[in-house]
Protein backbone atom coordinates (compact mmCIF):
# COMPACT_ATOMS: atom_id res chain seq x y z
CA UNK A 1 0.00 0.00 0.00
CA UNK A 2 0.94 3.90 -0.68
CA UNK A 3 1.02 5.16 3.19
CA UNK A 4 1.54 8.62 3.84
CA UNK A 5 2.09 9.99 7.17
CA UNK A 6 1.67 13.73 8.57
CA UNK A 7 4.11 14.40 11.40
CA UNK A 8 7.70 12.98 11.99
CA UNK A 9 7.21 13.03 16.29
CA UNK A 10 7.82 10.01 17.80
CA UNK A 11 4.41 8.71 17.12
CA UNK A 12 4.70 8.94 13.24
CA UNK A 13 8.08 8.25 12.82
CA UNK A 14 7.47 5.08 15.22
CA UNK A 15 4.30 4.77 12.95
CA UNK A 16 6.24 4.85 9.94
CA UNK A 17 9.08 2.29 10.35
CA UNK A 18 6.79 -0.35 11.30
CA UNK A 19 4.89 0.27 8.00
CA UNK A 20 8.09 0.21 6.11
CA UNK A 21 9.20 -2.78 8.01
CA UNK A 22 5.70 -4.93 6.85
CA UNK A 23 7.01 -3.42 3.35
CA UNK A 24 4.60 -0.47 2.56
CA UNK A 25 5.67 2.15 0.54
CA UNK A 26 5.60 4.95 3.19
CA UNK A 27 6.02 8.57 2.89
CA UNK A 28 6.65 11.26 6.03
CA UNK A 29 5.84 14.83 5.91
CA UNK A 30 6.97 17.12 8.59
CA UNK A 31 8.46 20.50 7.97
CA UNK A 32 10.74 20.19 11.15
CA UNK A 33 10.94 16.75 12.02
CA UNK A 34 11.29 15.42 15.42
CA UNK A 35 11.02 19.13 17.13
CA UNK A 36 7.92 18.85 18.88
CA UNK A 37 6.78 17.17 22.31
CA UNK A 38 8.79 14.22 21.18
CA UNK A 39 12.16 17.29 21.33
CA UNK A 40 10.94 17.79 25.13
CA UNK A 41 10.22 14.40 26.65
CA UNK A 42 12.57 12.81 29.36
CA UNK A 43 12.16 9.46 28.00
CA UNK A 44 10.17 7.90 30.62
CA UNK A 45 8.87 4.56 29.85
CA UNK A 46 6.80 4.47 33.48
CA UNK A 47 3.15 3.20 32.98
CA UNK A 48 3.75 1.82 36.94
CA UNK A 49 4.78 5.62 37.95
CA UNK A 50 1.99 7.48 35.79
CA UNK A 51 -0.58 5.10 36.94
CA UNK A 52 -4.22 6.83 38.35
CA UNK A 53 -7.55 5.76 39.17
CA UNK A 54 -9.77 6.39 36.22
CA UNK A 55 -7.06 5.54 33.66
CA UNK A 56 -6.89 1.92 33.91
CA UNK A 57 -7.46 0.82 30.06
CA UNK A 58 -4.40 3.41 29.79
CA UNK A 59 -2.46 1.89 32.22
CA UNK A 60 -3.16 -1.66 30.73
CA UNK A 61 -1.68 -0.02 27.39
CA UNK A 62 0.99 1.52 29.05
CA UNK A 63 2.29 -2.20 30.52
CA UNK A 64 1.48 -3.54 27.21
CA UNK A 65 4.02 -1.24 25.42
CA UNK A 66 6.88 -1.16 28.28
CA UNK A 67 6.88 -4.73 27.56
CA UNK A 68 7.92 -4.21 24.01
CA UNK A 69 10.01 -2.19 24.65
CA UNK A 70 13.31 -3.62 25.23
CA UNK A 71 13.01 -5.88 21.79
CA UNK A 72 12.02 -2.74 20.43
CA UNK A 73 15.09 -0.47 21.23
CA UNK A 74 17.64 -3.87 20.82
CA UNK A 75 15.63 -3.74 17.31
CA UNK A 76 16.62 0.27 16.63
CA UNK A 77 19.72 -0.03 17.60
CA UNK A 78 21.48 -2.88 15.37
CA UNK A 79 18.49 -1.64 12.36
CA UNK A 80 19.59 2.23 12.82
CA UNK A 81 23.61 1.91 14.52
CA UNK A 82 22.12 4.35 16.82
CA UNK A 83 22.89 3.98 20.79
CA UNK A 84 18.77 4.69 22.25
CA UNK A 85 19.89 4.96 25.84
CA UNK A 86 17.81 2.60 27.14
CA UNK A 87 18.15 1.96 30.61
CA UNK A 88 16.44 -0.64 32.70
CA UNK A 89 17.49 0.54 36.55
CA UNK A 90 13.69 0.60 37.35
CA UNK A 91 12.25 4.00 38.97
CA UNK A 92 11.64 5.12 42.64
CA UNK A 93 8.58 6.91 43.75
CA UNK A 94 9.54 9.11 46.60
CA UNK A 95 7.44 11.42 48.84
CA UNK A 96 8.88 14.44 51.08
CA UNK A 97 6.39 14.40 53.48
CA UNK A 98 3.96 11.95 55.01
CA UNK A 99 0.80 13.58 52.50
CA UNK A 100 3.38 12.74 49.60
CA UNK A 101 3.86 9.36 50.98
CA UNK A 102 -0.04 9.11 51.26
CA UNK A 103 -0.41 9.69 47.77
CA UNK A 104 2.44 6.98 46.74
CA UNK A 105 0.51 4.09 49.00
CA UNK A 106 -2.58 5.51 46.91
CA UNK A 107 -0.94 4.41 43.39
CA UNK A 108 0.80 1.19 44.69
CA UNK A 109 -2.97 0.02 45.98
CA UNK A 110 -3.69 0.54 41.67
CA UNK A 111 -0.58 -1.25 40.67
CA UNK A 112 -1.44 -4.07 43.63
CA UNK A 113 -4.79 -4.17 41.65
CA UNK A 114 -3.56 -4.84 38.68
CA UNK A 115 -1.09 -7.20 39.59
CA UNK A 116 2.18 -4.76 38.58
CA UNK A 117 5.54 -5.62 40.55
CA UNK A 118 6.73 -2.85 43.39
CA UNK A 119 8.40 -2.85 46.45
CA UNK A 120 7.59 -0.29 49.36
CA UNK A 121 10.22 1.26 50.86
CA UNK A 122 11.34 3.18 54.05
CA UNK A 123 13.37 5.96 54.13
CA UNK A 124 16.61 4.37 54.45
CA UNK A 125 15.72 1.45 52.12
CA UNK A 126 14.84 4.55 49.54
CA UNK A 127 18.45 5.97 50.30
CA UNK A 128 20.50 2.79 49.81
CA UNK A 129 19.03 2.45 46.42
CA UNK A 130 19.68 5.88 45.64
CA UNK A 131 22.37 7.61 47.99
CA UNK A 132 21.90 10.96 46.23
CA UNK A 133 18.52 11.30 47.56
CA UNK A 134 17.90 13.73 50.60
CA UNK A 135 17.26 12.61 54.17
CA UNK A 136 14.43 14.28 54.30
CA UNK A 137 12.34 12.20 52.36
CA UNK A 138 9.91 10.14 54.26
CA UNK A 139 9.25 7.21 51.84
CA UNK A 140 8.54 5.93 49.24
CA UNK A 141 8.82 2.50 46.39
CA UNK A 142 11.07 0.46 43.40
CA UNK A 143 9.07 0.24 40.31
CA UNK A 144 11.45 -2.49 38.85
CA UNK A 145 9.13 -1.91 35.10
CA UNK A 146 9.52 1.24 34.34
CA UNK A 147 12.58 1.69 32.69
CA UNK A 148 13.75 5.27 30.22
CA UNK A 149 14.89 5.84 26.76
CA UNK A 150 16.28 9.20 25.35
CA UNK A 151 13.63 9.99 22.79
CA UNK A 152 15.85 12.13 20.58
CA UNK A 153 18.20 9.06 20.19
CA UNK A 154 15.02 6.66 19.68
CA UNK A 155 13.85 9.69 16.85
CA UNK A 156 17.28 10.09 15.36
CA UNK A 157 17.21 6.01 15.03
CA UNK A 158 13.79 6.16 13.43
CA UNK A 159 14.65 8.99 11.13
CA UNK A 160 18.12 7.04 10.16
CA UNK A 161 15.83 4.26 9.07
CA UNK A 162 13.21 6.38 6.81
CA UNK A 163 15.82 8.06 5.47
CA UNK A 164 14.51 9.96 2.30
CA UNK A 165 11.10 8.90 2.57
CA UNK A 166 10.76 12.17 4.99
CA UNK A 167 9.79 15.31 3.47
CA UNK A 168 10.70 18.45 5.18
CA UNK A 169 6.98 19.65 4.08
CA UNK A 170 4.11 20.62 5.90
CA UNK A 171 0.81 18.47 4.51
CA UNK A 172 -2.58 18.21 5.10
CA UNK A 173 -4.81 14.73 3.72
CA UNK A 174 -6.74 15.62 0.54
CA UNK A 175 -10.55 14.54 0.82
CA UNK A 176 -13.13 13.58 -2.07
CA UNK A 177 -16.56 14.64 -1.44
CA UNK A 178 -19.19 11.54 -1.15
CA UNK A 179 -21.11 11.45 -4.20
CA UNK A 180 -24.02 10.27 -2.31
CA UNK A 181 -24.14 12.04 1.28
CA UNK A 182 -26.90 10.31 3.55
CA UNK A 183 -29.22 13.09 5.27
CA UNK A 184 -27.40 14.70 8.16
CA UNK A 185 -23.96 13.54 6.89
CA UNK A 186 -21.33 15.90 6.64
CA UNK A 187 -18.20 13.84 6.56
CA UNK A 188 -16.18 13.65 2.74
CA UNK A 189 -16.27 10.02 1.70
CA UNK A 190 -12.45 8.76 1.40
CA UNK A 191 -8.76 10.33 1.22
CA UNK A 192 -7.48 10.53 -1.77
CA UNK A 193 -3.36 11.43 -0.62
CA UNK A 194 -1.77 14.23 0.57
CA UNK A 195 -1.63 17.66 -0.50
CA UNK A 196 2.19 19.65 0.69
CA UNK A 197 2.14 23.12 1.64
CA UNK A 198 3.64 23.98 -1.82
CA UNK A 199 0.36 22.60 -3.38
CA UNK A 200 1.37 19.18 -4.83
CA UNK A 201 -0.84 16.00 -4.32
CA UNK A 202 0.53 12.97 -3.39
CA UNK A 203 -1.29 10.07 -3.85
CA UNK A 204 -1.81 7.70 -1.07
CA UNK A 205 -4.23 4.34 -0.20
CA UNK A 206 -4.50 5.60 3.70
CA UNK A 207 -3.00 8.74 5.41
CA UNK A 208 -1.89 8.86 8.95
CA UNK A 209 -2.54 12.08 10.87
CA UNK A 210 0.31 12.00 13.78
CA UNK A 211 0.78 15.61 13.96
CA UNK A 212 0.46 15.83 18.20
CA UNK A 213 -1.20 18.87 19.53
CA UNK A 214 -2.34 20.07 16.14
CA UNK A 215 -4.75 18.17 13.82
CA UNK A 216 -5.45 19.40 10.64
CA UNK A 217 -8.98 20.72 10.00
CA UNK A 218 -9.88 17.48 7.49
CA UNK A 219 -9.75 15.30 10.76
CA UNK A 220 -13.50 14.74 12.29
CA UNK A 221 -11.80 14.61 15.62
CA UNK A 222 -9.36 17.16 15.50
CA UNK A 223 -11.53 19.63 18.73
CA UNK A 224 -10.77 16.76 21.42
CA UNK A 225 -7.13 17.39 21.18
CA UNK A 226 -5.59 20.16 23.35
CA UNK A 227 -2.22 21.54 24.11
CA UNK A 228 -0.61 21.08 27.62
CA UNK A 229 2.22 22.51 28.67
CA UNK A 230 5.14 20.99 29.83
CA UNK A 231 8.29 22.95 31.01
CA UNK A 232 11.66 20.59 31.76
CA UNK A 233 15.22 21.39 32.30
CA UNK A 234 18.59 19.39 31.46
CA UNK A 235 21.18 19.56 33.95
CA UNK A 236 24.83 18.36 34.61
CA UNK A 237 25.49 17.94 38.20
CA UNK A 238 29.03 17.37 39.63
CA UNK A 239 30.71 14.18 38.78
CA UNK A 240 29.38 11.68 40.54
CA UNK A 241 26.40 13.51 41.85
CA UNK A 242 23.99 12.29 39.42
CA UNK A 243 20.84 9.48 40.50
CA UNK A 244 21.51 6.58 39.02
CA UNK A 245 18.00 5.62 38.27
CA UNK A 246 14.59 7.57 37.34
CA UNK A 247 13.22 9.26 40.71
CA UNK A 248 9.61 10.64 40.60
CA UNK A 249 8.58 12.44 43.98
CA UNK A 250 5.94 14.81 44.73
CA UNK A 251 8.01 17.26 46.97
CA UNK A 252 5.05 18.60 49.50
CA UNK A 253 2.34 17.89 46.36
CA UNK A 254 4.59 19.27 43.87
CA UNK A 255 5.24 16.41 41.64
CA UNK A 256 9.17 15.99 40.22
CA UNK A 257 10.78 13.86 38.39
CA UNK A 258 14.90 13.37 37.46
CA UNK A 259 15.68 11.03 34.49
CA UNK A 260 19.97 10.16 34.92
CA UNK A 261 21.12 10.40 30.86
CA UNK A 262 24.37 9.51 29.03
CA UNK A 263 26.98 11.64 29.86
CA UNK A 264 26.06 12.32 33.10
CA UNK A 265 23.43 14.58 32.49
CA UNK A 266 20.24 14.65 34.11
CA UNK A 267 16.23 15.57 32.94
CA UNK A 268 14.60 17.85 35.53
CA UNK A 269 10.54 17.73 34.64
CA UNK A 270 8.04 18.74 34.02
CA UNK A 271 5.35 21.27 34.40
CA UNK A 272 1.32 20.92 33.62
CA UNK A 273 -0.60 23.25 32.29
CA UNK A 274 -3.56 23.74 30.10
CA UNK A 275 -2.55 26.77 27.47
CA UNK A 276 -2.37 28.04 23.87
CA UNK A 277 -0.34 29.99 22.16
CA UNK A 278 4.04 29.44 21.88
CA UNK A 279 4.91 27.30 24.76
CA UNK A 280 7.64 29.18 26.19
CA UNK A 281 9.29 28.22 29.23
CA UNK A 282 8.34 30.67 32.32
CA UNK A 283 10.57 31.37 35.30
CA UNK A 284 7.29 30.66 37.77
CA UNK A 285 7.05 27.25 36.39
CA UNK A 286 11.48 26.59 36.29
CA UNK A 287 11.56 27.84 40.08
CA UNK A 288 8.88 25.42 40.92
CA UNK A 289 10.51 22.87 39.24
CA UNK A 290 14.22 23.49 40.67
CA UNK A 291 12.92 23.91 44.21
CA UNK A 292 11.94 20.82 44.52
CA UNK A 293 14.47 18.84 42.43
CA UNK A 294 17.45 19.96 44.68
CA UNK A 295 15.24 19.62 47.93
CA UNK A 296 14.90 16.00 46.37
CA UNK A 297 18.60 15.58 44.84
CA UNK A 298 20.58 18.12 47.02
CA UNK A 299 23.61 17.51 44.42
CA UNK A 300 21.93 19.16 42.14
CA UNK A 301 22.17 22.62 43.89
CA UNK A 302 26.06 23.06 41.92
CA UNK A 303 24.50 21.54 38.90
CA UNK A 304 25.21 23.22 35.46
CA UNK A 305 21.88 24.44 33.18
CA UNK A 306 21.87 23.08 29.78
CA UNK A 307 18.95 23.23 28.42
CA UNK A 308 15.52 24.73 29.84
CA UNK A 309 12.35 24.26 27.36
CA UNK A 310 8.89 23.68 26.90
CA UNK A 311 6.72 21.88 24.54
CA UNK A 312 3.13 20.96 24.36
CA UNK A 313 1.71 17.64 25.17
CA UNK A 314 -1.10 16.67 22.71
CA UNK A 315 -4.00 15.78 25.67
CA UNK A 316 -7.43 14.49 25.37
CA UNK A 317 -10.48 14.17 27.27
CA UNK A 318 -9.54 11.19 29.19
CA UNK A 319 -5.88 11.52 28.72
CA UNK A 320 -5.92 8.43 26.32
CA UNK A 321 -4.86 8.33 23.32
CA UNK A 322 -7.17 8.24 19.78
CA UNK A 323 -5.74 5.27 17.68
CA UNK A 324 -7.57 4.14 14.55
CA UNK A 325 -10.02 5.12 11.88
CA UNK A 326 -11.40 8.44 11.83
CA UNK A 327 -14.60 7.91 9.67
CA UNK A 328 -13.19 9.12 6.76
CA UNK A 329 -12.17 6.64 4.36
CA UNK A 330 -8.52 5.58 4.13
CA UNK A 331 -8.07 8.26 6.74
CA UNK A 332 -5.93 7.40 10.42
CA UNK A 333 -5.07 8.86 13.38
CA UNK A 334 -2.45 8.38 16.29
CA UNK A 335 -2.38 11.24 17.97
CA UNK A 336 -3.40 12.26 21.89
CA UNK A 337 -0.47 10.58 23.24
CA UNK A 338 -0.35 13.88 26.20
CA UNK A 339 2.00 12.54 28.74
CA UNK A 340 2.89 8.70 27.48
CA UNK A 341 4.10 9.75 23.56
CA UNK A 342 7.59 7.50 24.27
CA UNK A 343 6.00 4.50 26.31
CA UNK A 344 3.06 4.27 23.90
CA UNK A 345 5.18 4.72 20.63
CA UNK A 346 5.76 0.86 19.96
CA UNK A 347 2.21 -0.44 20.84
CA UNK A 348 0.50 2.50 18.97
CA UNK A 349 3.07 1.07 16.04
CA UNK A 350 1.46 -2.29 16.32
CA UNK A 351 -2.14 -1.56 15.86
CA UNK A 352 -1.99 1.57 13.58
CA UNK A 353 -0.49 -1.18 10.96
CA UNK A 354 -3.32 -3.79 11.93
CA UNK A 355 -5.91 -0.88 11.41
CA UNK A 356 -4.34 0.43 8.16
CA UNK A 357 -3.76 -3.53 6.81
CA UNK A 358 -7.21 -4.18 7.79
CA UNK A 359 -8.85 -1.42 6.22
CA UNK A 360 -11.77 -1.90 8.73
CA UNK A 361 -13.32 1.63 8.56
CA UNK A 362 -14.13 1.68 12.86
CA UNK A 363 -13.28 -0.07 15.50
CA UNK A 364 -15.03 -0.61 18.65
CA UNK A 365 -12.40 -0.01 21.60
CA UNK A 366 -10.91 2.14 24.38
CA UNK A 367 -8.81 3.92 22.34
CA UNK A 368 -10.96 4.62 19.20
CA UNK A 369 -10.79 8.29 17.90
CA UNK A 370 -15.03 8.20 17.94
CA UNK A 371 -15.15 6.95 21.55
CA UNK A 372 -15.67 10.90 22.23
CA UNK A 373 -17.91 11.29 19.39
CA UNK A 374 -20.38 8.40 21.60
CA UNK A 375 -20.20 9.94 24.56
CA UNK A 376 -20.86 13.56 22.79
CA UNK A 377 -23.95 11.99 21.42
CA UNK A 378 -25.05 10.30 24.90
CA UNK A 379 -24.87 13.22 27.02
CA UNK A 380 -27.00 15.04 24.03
CA UNK A 381 -29.32 12.08 24.60
CA UNK A 382 -29.44 12.11 28.40
CA UNK A 383 -30.47 16.05 27.95
CA UNK A 384 -32.68 15.21 25.57
CA UNK A 385 -34.34 12.56 27.61
CA UNK A 386 -34.11 14.38 30.93
CA UNK A 387 -35.86 17.41 29.34
CA UNK A 388 -38.53 14.98 28.47
C1 LIG B 1 8.02 18.19 29.06
C2 LIG B 1 7.52 16.88 28.53
C3 LIG B 1 7.98 15.69 29.08
C4 LIG B 1 7.51 14.47 28.60
N1 LIG B 1 8.01 13.31 29.12
C5 LIG B 1 7.56 12.11 28.65
C6 LIG B 1 8.10 10.89 29.15
O1 LIG B 1 8.97 10.89 30.01
N2 LIG B 1 7.61 9.72 28.65
C7 LIG B 1 6.65 9.68 27.69
O2 LIG B 1 6.24 8.59 27.28
N3 LIG B 1 6.13 10.84 27.18
C8 LIG B 1 6.56 12.03 27.64
N4 LIG B 1 6.04 13.20 27.15
C9 LIG B 1 4.94 13.13 26.18
C10 LIG B 1 5.48 12.87 24.78
O3 LIG B 1 6.52 13.77 24.53
C11 LIG B 1 4.36 13.04 23.77
O4 LIG B 1 3.25 12.23 24.11
C12 LIG B 1 4.86 12.60 22.39
O5 LIG B 1 6.04 13.28 22.05
C13 LIG B 1 3.81 12.87 21.34
O6 LIG B 1 4.41 12.52 20.12
P1 LIG B 1 3.77 12.99 18.75
O7 LIG B 1 4.62 12.38 17.68
O8 LIG B 1 2.31 12.68 18.76
O9 LIG B 1 3.85 14.58 18.78
P2 LIG B 1 5.07 15.55 18.53
O10 LIG B 1 6.34 15.02 19.08
O11 LIG B 1 4.62 16.89 19.03
O12 LIG B 1 5.24 15.57 16.96
C14 LIG B 1 4.27 16.12 16.10
C15 LIG B 1 4.97 16.49 14.80
O13 LIG B 1 3.98 16.87 13.84
C16 LIG B 1 4.52 17.89 13.04
N5 LIG B 1 3.40 18.57 12.36
C17 LIG B 1 2.46 19.38 12.92
N6 LIG B 1 1.60 19.79 11.94
C18 LIG B 1 2.00 19.19 10.77
C19 LIG B 1 1.52 19.20 9.43
N7 LIG B 1 0.42 19.88 9.07
N8 LIG B 1 2.18 18.48 8.49
C20 LIG B 1 3.27 17.76 8.81
N9 LIG B 1 3.78 17.72 10.08
C21 LIG B 1 3.15 18.42 11.04
C22 LIG B 1 5.31 18.75 14.02
O14 LIG B 1 6.31 19.50 13.32
C23 LIG B 1 5.91 17.69 14.95
O15 LIG B 1 7.22 17.30 14.55
C24 LIG B 1 6.52 14.43 27.57
C25 LIG B 1 6.09 15.62 27.00
C26 LIG B 1 6.58 16.84 27.47
C27 LIG B 1 6.12 18.12 26.83
Redesign the pocket.
Known amino acids: MRIAV????????ACAAELLRAGHDVRV??????????????????PAGEAWHGEENLLRLGVESAGLWPEYAAWLESASGVDVDHRRAGTLLAGRDHDDVQVVRRTLDLLAAHGIEYEELRQRDLREREPELSTRVCGGAYLPGDH?VN?RRVSAALLALLGDRVEH????PSTTPSPLLAPGEDRPASVEGVRTEDGRLVRADAVLV?????L?PQVPQRRHVRP?????LRVRPPSGQAPTQTIRALVHGEPV?A?PRAGGEVVV???QEEHAGD?MPTVGGVARLLDAARTLLPGLERAEILEV??????GTPDNGPMLGPTGVHGLYL????????????PVTARILRAHIESGSPDAANAFSPSRFDTSERMSRWTSLSTAN
Open positions: LGAGIVGLFDPAPASGATHAAAGMLSSPRNAAATGHQPVRGEIYVGATPLARHRPAAGHHRGGVLLA
